[in-house]
């Protein structure tokens, strides 16, 4: 009788044990798979300047290390999204950002890119100026979030017939005063801790989310234009295309604290000139930040 009485008891709390398991188990899947979701996409802010570290704290010697994703490869097409409900941005706003864009192709300055290459082989060589697109359109809410950065770069595609490509970029600038949120917590705003960010959504819809500079503590100095506004938003302007270039997927060029090619060297300029510039492309003089270069361990503005 015990022999039969053993198995009777033993297999109903097997059961037992298995049912409370699995729901354990679910949930340890679940919150893993969210975990590795929110890791894929997260967001690369450009820090305010006085919440960031510094160059030569983030620097050393800690050079870029390869994450196996893809770079932007070949030449990347950029495209400009003009947000302005209300049209409050300065005269030459426009006019200088489109400038930059079709400056800084083939400089010193996007050369540094060319040493971070994928293991498809490909290098991050060159960028054009692909077209742009003035939205008047109302802001949904205020402050602005994530998703209607990513919204407004859908409405832009339909609206030109545009594409998503890994070698093609959106940077969405908003008009002066207009606050920016990652996400309904207004933990991480234009207005409390970034001046800009880059990211993606789908499998390859590369974005710039690009608050008006000068409305945030975005200053890196006086610029060379005569519009200060567009000189600080251009500084950060590149800043985030250099990024994108070399971590479009945000799974390629970091270093071994998550820091990318522009933070490394975030507001380090160098020597700048009686203009206010420390770079003249095509005969145009900008102020930019500095980019990490493997090749020397450090900050520079022309290639390896």
Not at 146 to 153: C, F, H, L, R, T
Not at 178 to 204: I, M, R, T, V
Not at 272 to 286: F, I, K
């Amino acid at each position: 009788m015990k022999k039969r009485v053993l198995p009777i008891l033993v297999l109903p709390m097997l059961l037992l044990a298995f049912l409370a398991a699995a729901p354990l188990s679910a949930s340890a899947a679940t919150t893993s798979s969210t975990s590795q979701l929110t890791k894929h996409h997260r967001v690369h802010f450009f820090k305010h300047g006085s919440q960031h570290k510094g160059a030569s704290q983030l620097a050393g010697s800690n050079d870029l290390n390869y994450g196996g994703g893809p770079v932007m490869g070949g030449t990347t097409n950029v495209y400009a999204i003009f947000w302005e409900p209300t049209g409050n941005v300065s005269s030459t706003y426009h006019g200088l950002i489109q400038r930059y864009f079709g400056d800084v192709g083939g400089t010193g300055l996007y050369n540094i890119n060319t040493q971070y290459t994928d293991s498809s082989g490909n290098v991050p060589s060159n960028t054009q100026f692909a077209g742009s697109w003035t939205d008047n359109s109302p802001y949904p809410e205020s402050p602005l979030l994530d998703s209607d950065i990513q919204n407004e770069v859908s409405q832009a595609q339909s609206a030109n017939g545009w594409s998503s490509s890994i070698d093609n970029i959106f940077f969405v600038f908003t008009e002066a005063g207009q606050d920016l949120c990652f996400d309904s917590s207004q933990s991480q705003c234009a207005s409390n801790a970034f001046c800009a960010y880059h990211s993606y959504f789908g499998s390859n819809t590369i974005y710039a989310a690009m608050p008006y500079a000068a409305s945030f503590s975005c200053n890196g100095g006086q610029g060379p234009n005569g519009d200060q506004a567009a000189d600080e938003t251009i500084n950060v302007t590149s800043h985030e295309q250099m990024e994108a270039a070399t971590d479009p997927l945000l799974n390629a060029w970091t270093d071994s604290s998550g820091q990318e090619i522009g933070d490394k060297c975030a507001w380090n300029f160098g020597a700048t000139n009686a203009d206010g510039s420390n770079v003249n492309y095509n005969g145009d003089p900008y102020l930019l930040q500095q980019e990490w270069d493997n090749n020397i361990s450090g900050c520079a503005l022309t290639g390896p």
